[in-house]
């Protein structure tokens, strides 16, 4: 079994699900895992948005919008009348539904089912087209298999189960096609695994069905060595350790959601990103292996605030750490970089949204300093403790950059720098200079 995932984009259009059709439809059994049709879940999201503050006229006209985008789409996928008018009627069942909540009440138990509505209608578009090319699939529910705890982490056991009875009742079936994104919650009810989730279920169906391996495709031929937006000659990535994709994924490279390392890397399920656009490429293979010493790549997550600690009081003592740290559990912000000297701490945070109390808890214990619009510039490699000079080159690429904090041996692949946003385009020009 290997299982692919197809983003948004790869879906986007009538042509590009065309493609996608032909990726899939031969050799071995498979999985395939697909986004909403790229921007769907925003509208989605914009559309619950209106809902809540019962601006129902704006929320129906929005509804009406994607309709006709969907009905647009059906016209150019099928060929045949009745796969029209039965695409029609699908859809029109989806957008009833959607128009349904501009009548009635919407709470917050409904966001998630208007959110889901995306994955529903891409699968079924897939599905259906495969059919009147006369290839068969199976269109598996996710809502019939994918679920999480009541900790909203991943209900590995009931997932296994259930997907490999699904899969066991069509045993003669070689496609098996799924939503991404979607699932049901500790309570049956139904939920999601965060934006970006569907490469998490495509890495957790992997798990569950024990693939040789999880293909993520996007439009990008893997995982690049440098931030193609900023950088003009980047290449991609052969091959990543699970802790380098993840330090990378983490850190800003978009083409992966974070999370969706975790499950691969504990089943030891590879990773390979592919690009629908250059599917002949061999894009970046995660594995558990590390391939090759250095630096390997770089990444820069933006919207970055560092908070300084200025205390006495952490001169000689201790729980003074837990103390800080302590606030920012209350307060259920994670922290991503730290430093400490032996009178101050300097941490970072991704979001600012409860800062001003986290500051004002802070002050208790020192003088506090917030600086926003910061980007954390990530060096990702094989930075094994013994090999010498390593830092010395980076740094040294850095030699005209401000540099707010420094991070490194936390692990042996990745050496973080802070700095301010403005200053990201040089960084990251100036650092490509370690792959020539
Ligand atoms: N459609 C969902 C989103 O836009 C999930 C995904 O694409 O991974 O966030
Ligand atoms: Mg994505």
């Keep these: 079994m290997i299982v692919l995932k197809f983003g948004g984009t790869s879906v986007g259009s009538a042509d590009r699900i065309k493609k996608v059709a032909t990726l899939i439809s031969s050799g071995e059994k498979k999985v395939v895992v697909l986004s909403a049709m790229s921007g769907t879940t925003n509208s989605l999201v914009q559309i619950a948005n209106y809902l809540f503050e019962k601006k129902n006229e704006l929320a129906a ?37 959607l128009q349904g909540f501009t009548q009635d009440s919407f709470t917050i138990h409904e966001e998630k089912a208007v959110l889901a509505q995306g994955e529903l209608i891409s699968t079924a578009l897939l599905h259906y087209y495969l059919k009147e090319q006369g ?45 991404g994104f979607i699932c049901r919650n500790a309570y049956g009810e139904i939920d999601n695994l965060k934006r970006g989730g569907s490469d998490y279920t495509a890495s957790l169906v992997g798990v569950a069905t024990k693939a040789e391996e999880v293909q993520i495709w996007t439009d990008i031929d893997g995982m690049h060595n440098n931030d193609p937006r900023v950088v003009e000659k980047t290449s991609p990535i052969k ?77 000689l003592a201790y729980g003074f750490l837990r103390r800080v740290f ?3 559990e209350l307060y259920k912000t994670p922290i991503d970089m730290i430093t400490t000297s032996e009178v101050a701490v300097s941490v970072t945070v991704d979001d600012a949204s409860q800062l001003d109390s986290i500051k004002k808890e802070l002050m208790k214990y020192g003088a506090v300093e917030v600086d926003a619009d910061q980007t954390i510039v990530c060096v990702v ?35 973080s720098f802070l700095i301010s946003t403005s200053d990201k385009e040089r960084a990251l020009k100036s650092l490509n200079q370690l792959f020539v």
């Design 61 to 97: 006209q929005l509804i009406e919008g994607l309709r006709t985008q969907y009905h647009g789409v059906v016209e150019e996928l099928f060929a045949k009348d009745d796969s029209k008018l039965l695409m029609k009627e699908l859809i029109k069942s989806h957008f009833d539904f």
């Design 381 to 415: 490699g094989d930075f094994i403790k013994n090999e010498k000079g390593i830092a010395a080159d980076i740094l040294d690429k850095l030699r005209d950059i401000p540099i707010r904090m420094i991070s490194y041996g936390g692990s042996n692949h990745n050496i």
């Design 326 to 328: 302590e606030i920012f």
């Design 135 to 179: 290839i068969s699939s199976c269109l598996l529910p996710a809502l019939q298999f994918m679920r999480i705890d009541k900790d909203l982490e991943p209900d590995h056991y009931y997932i296994k189960e259930n997907l490999n009875r699904l899969i066991k009742e069509n045993k003669g079936e070689q496609l098996f096609i799924t939503q």
């Design 239 to 315: 091959q990543l350790s699970f802790d380098e994709a993840a330090e990378l994924a983490y850190f800003g490279a978009k083409i992966l959601h974070p999370s969706s390392i975790v499950p691969a890397k504990q089943a030891n399920i590879p990773v390979r990103l592919k690009s629908t656009l250059s599917s002949g490429s061999l894009g970046t293979l995660i594995t558990e292996n590390i391939e090759g010493g250095g630096v390997k790549a770089i990444a820069a997550k933006d919207g970055i605030s560092a908070i300084k600690i200025n205390s006495g009081r952490m001169l």
